[in-house]
């Protein structure tokens, strides 16, 4: 099992940055919404491959001061797409930029006995939750032409659902054997992979 988790971290990270690259390569034939996917596929990116470089020479491998970075960035850049989407105000540019702080520092003003990362991301996945399924239902409501990234927006909510049991129940596998908690992160990490191959796919069949 841990074989294969491995194999699935190093597919979504691999996955991940050639979904980066072709939207960098066809970031011209993006609208100004759609250009914040690839914002976020940066973050990803820069965060994961420096998670990864840290793991490679550093001597204990600690990576966890990155995930406060993970946790904002993914968090800016996604409420960005459906900010554009939605034709909002950009005064919520300014609220989800304050959140995004409050994620990156919450750790420097509040008790490590009380404060989580995951709590964090709780409340980040439910936000993204949130603006993805209102986006999708307005497009269904209005009658909307379908969204040429409809389907990187349903992945969007689903990948999203399914974090947050996974970051709620983590520390209650934690207790059973490794197995069980490589087994339930690996499914992450299968679901990583198929939002990183729609972003592939999406940015392949966009038409000038």
Known sequence: MQDFFDITVNLARILGAVAFVIG???????TKAEKWYVFYLFVVF???YISYALD???KDGNNTFLYPFYIAGEFFTITGVFIKKLNLNRSYFILTGVISLFFLSADQFLSSDLYKNDYSKGISNLV???LAGYTLLQEIKKGI????????????????????????FQHQLM?????????????????????YSLFIKTFLTLKK
């Open 56 to 58: 490679w020479f550093s």
């Open 175 to 195: 207790e059973f054997p490794i197995a069980y908690f490589t087994a339930f992160w690996s499914v992450n990490n299968i679901l990583c992979c198929l939002f």
């Open 24 to 30: 960098i390569i066809r970031f011209k034939r993006l």
């Open 145 to 168: 032409a379908k969204d040429r990234f409809s389907a990187v927006d349903k992945m969007i909510f689903l990948y999203f659902t399914v974090s947050i049991f996974i970051f709620i």
């Open 128 to 130: 993204i939750i949130s």
């Open 46 to 48: 820069c965060i994961e």
